[in-house]
């Protein structure tokens, strides 16, 4: 049977991308990575976090077995 229209199957079957392409595309990832490394943390995330600190800090001090929950 004959592939000749198919798509292809692998990376390694397609066409490499343009210099210019892949210079953009860096770009663009780059800028969205900055943003959401930048965006705040949600206030549940936080809350959370606080919570954990709070028991592992009664963990240390010797809190007994409830603090492990």
């Given amino acids: ?7 292809p199957t692998s990376l390694a079957d397609e066409a490499p991308l343009d210099a210019k ?6 770009r663009a990832l780059t800028a ?3 943003d ?3 965006a705040p943390l949600p ?3 936080l809350v959370l976090l ?3 600190e709070k028991k592992e800090r009664k ?4 809190g007994g ?3 492990s929950r």
């Fill in 1 to 7: 049977m004959s592939r000749s229209n198919s798509v």
């Fill in 21 to 26: 392409v892949l210079d953009a595309l860096g």
């Fill in 32 to 34: 969205h990575y900055e």
């Fill in 36 to 38: 959401v490394v930048r």
């Fill in 43 to 45: 206030e549940r995330f």
């Fill in 50 to 52: 606080e919570d954990l």
């Fill in 59 to 62: 963990v240390r001090s010797g």
């Fill in 65 to 67: 077995a409830d603090a």
